[in-house]
Protein backbone atom coordinates (compact mmCIF):
# COMPACT_ATOMS: atom_id res chain seq x y z
CA UNK A 1 0.00 0.00 0.00
CA UNK A 2 1.48 3.51 -0.62
CA UNK A 3 1.68 6.21 1.85
CA UNK A 4 0.12 9.41 1.27
CA UNK A 5 1.86 12.45 2.36
CA UNK A 6 -0.22 15.27 3.02
CA UNK A 7 1.35 19.17 3.41
CA UNK A 8 -0.18 22.34 4.00
CA UNK A 9 0.10 25.10 1.81
CA UNK A 10 -0.79 28.82 1.45
CA UNK A 11 -2.94 29.18 -1.58
CA UNK A 12 -1.99 31.62 -4.11
CA UNK A 13 -4.50 30.87 -6.69
CA UNK A 14 -7.31 28.58 -5.24
CA UNK A 15 -8.12 25.29 -6.99
CA UNK A 16 -8.09 21.75 -7.73
CA UNK A 17 -5.83 20.16 -9.51
CA UNK A 18 -4.34 16.86 -9.76
CA UNK A 19 -1.21 15.40 -12.38
CA UNK A 20 2.24 13.86 -12.59
CA UNK A 21 4.74 16.07 -10.59
CA UNK A 22 7.34 17.92 -12.48
CA UNK A 23 10.09 19.09 -9.96
CA UNK A 24 12.83 21.56 -10.56
CA UNK A 25 15.29 22.45 -8.01
CA UNK A 26 15.81 25.68 -9.80
CA UNK A 27 14.07 28.69 -10.00
CA UNK A 28 11.65 28.72 -13.68
CA UNK A 29 11.48 31.68 -15.99
CA UNK A 30 8.40 31.71 -18.00
CA UNK A 31 9.47 34.62 -20.64
CA UNK A 32 12.19 32.51 -22.88
CA UNK A 33 11.94 29.89 -20.31
CA UNK A 34 9.11 28.09 -21.63
CA UNK A 35 8.08 28.24 -25.29
CA UNK A 36 4.06 29.34 -25.19
CA UNK A 37 3.45 27.11 -28.09
CA UNK A 38 4.69 24.11 -27.35
CA UNK A 39 4.73 23.86 -23.41
CA UNK A 40 8.59 22.87 -23.68
CA UNK A 41 10.75 24.18 -21.19
CA UNK A 42 13.60 25.96 -23.73
CA UNK A 43 15.78 27.59 -21.09
CA UNK A 44 19.61 26.25 -22.25
CA UNK A 45 21.19 23.86 -19.45
CA UNK A 46 17.86 24.56 -16.84
CA UNK A 47 17.25 21.17 -15.02
CA UNK A 48 13.72 20.63 -17.19
CA UNK A 49 15.36 21.74 -20.59
CA UNK A 50 12.99 19.70 -22.89
CA UNK A 51 10.39 18.73 -20.76
CA UNK A 52 6.93 19.65 -21.12
CA UNK A 53 4.83 21.58 -18.50
CA UNK A 54 1.94 20.50 -19.99
CA UNK A 55 -1.12 18.78 -17.40
CA UNK A 56 2.09 18.43 -14.86
CA UNK A 57 1.65 19.57 -11.09
CA UNK A 58 5.38 21.93 -11.70
CA UNK A 59 6.67 22.31 -8.71
CA UNK A 60 9.73 24.53 -8.25
CA UNK A 61 11.50 27.09 -5.72
CA UNK A 62 10.32 30.29 -6.90
CA UNK A 63 10.12 32.08 -10.03
CA UNK A 64 12.96 34.36 -12.17
CA UNK A 65 12.65 36.80 -15.02
CA UNK A 66 10.92 39.58 -16.23
CA UNK A 67 6.76 40.55 -15.85
CA UNK A 68 5.88 39.33 -19.23
CA UNK A 69 6.47 35.89 -17.21
CA UNK A 70 2.81 36.21 -16.16
CA UNK A 71 1.60 36.95 -19.84
CA UNK A 72 4.03 33.71 -21.19
CA UNK A 73 1.75 31.59 -18.39
CA UNK A 74 -1.79 33.03 -20.06
CA UNK A 75 -0.49 32.34 -23.30
CA UNK A 76 0.28 28.56 -22.03
CA UNK A 77 -3.21 28.40 -20.53
CA UNK A 78 -5.13 30.19 -23.47
CA UNK A 79 -3.11 27.42 -25.81
CA UNK A 80 -4.43 24.50 -24.02
CA UNK A 81 0.07 24.16 -22.36
CA UNK A 82 -0.61 25.23 -19.33
CA UNK A 83 0.75 23.54 -16.22
CA UNK A 84 -2.39 22.05 -13.83
CA UNK A 85 -1.40 23.80 -11.11
CA UNK A 86 1.76 25.39 -9.75
CA UNK A 87 3.57 24.37 -6.21
CA UNK A 88 6.11 26.99 -4.86
CA UNK A 89 8.06 27.48 -1.74
CA UNK A 90 8.27 30.40 -1.86
CA UNK A 91 5.70 32.50 -4.33
CA UNK A 92 7.15 35.49 -6.91
CA UNK A 93 5.08 38.22 -7.79
CA UNK A 94 5.33 37.43 -11.77
CA UNK A 95 4.34 33.35 -11.23
CA UNK A 96 1.15 34.78 -8.86
CA UNK A 97 -0.13 37.05 -11.27
CA UNK A 98 0.07 34.46 -14.35
CA UNK A 99 -1.51 31.94 -12.33
CA UNK A 100 -4.20 34.24 -11.27
CA UNK A 101 -5.04 35.43 -14.93
CA UNK A 102 -4.70 32.14 -16.70
CA UNK A 103 -6.54 29.55 -13.40
CA UNK A 104 -3.90 27.79 -12.48
CA UNK A 105 -4.41 26.59 -9.23
CA UNK A 106 -1.28 27.83 -7.20
CA UNK A 107 0.35 27.04 -3.92
CA UNK A 108 3.69 28.02 -1.91
CA UNK A 109 5.14 27.63 1.63
CA UNK A 110 5.08 23.84 0.64
CA UNK A 111 7.72 21.51 1.72
CA UNK A 112 9.32 20.73 -2.04
CA UNK A 113 11.96 17.96 -0.33
CA UNK A 114 8.22 15.89 -0.20
CA UNK A 115 7.53 15.92 -4.02
CA UNK A 116 9.76 14.41 -6.92
CA UNK A 117 8.95 14.21 -10.39
CA UNK A 118 6.89 10.93 -11.05
CA UNK A 119 4.70 11.37 -8.47
CA UNK A 120 1.26 12.09 -8.64
CA UNK A 121 -0.13 15.02 -6.79
CA UNK A 122 -3.11 16.49 -5.84
CA UNK A 123 -3.61 20.12 -5.35
CA UNK A 124 -6.94 20.88 -3.15
CA UNK A 125 -6.60 24.45 -1.91
CA UNK A 126 -4.47 24.75 0.71
CA UNK A 127 -3.57 20.65 0.64
CA UNK A 128 -1.09 19.40 -1.30
CA UNK A 129 -1.45 15.09 -1.55
CA UNK A 130 1.60 13.51 -2.72
CA UNK A 131 1.79 9.52 -3.59
CA UNK A 132 4.68 8.35 -4.14
CA UNK A 133 5.72 7.02 -7.77
CA UNK A 134 5.66 3.40 -8.10
Same mark, same amino acid.
Given at each position: @???? /??? +???? #? $?? !??? +?????????????? %?????? /??????? !????????? /????????? %? $? %???? !???????? *??????? *? *???????????? #????? *???? @??????????????????????? #??????
Amino acid at each position: @MTRK /THL +SARI #V $KA !GRA +SGWALVSAEPIGFL %GGVDPD /TGIVIEG !GHPLEGESV /TDRILVFPT %G $K %GSTV !GSYTLYRL *ARNGLAP *A *AIVNAEADPVVA #VGAVI *AEIP @MVDRVDLSCIHTGDWVEVHDDEV #VVSPAA
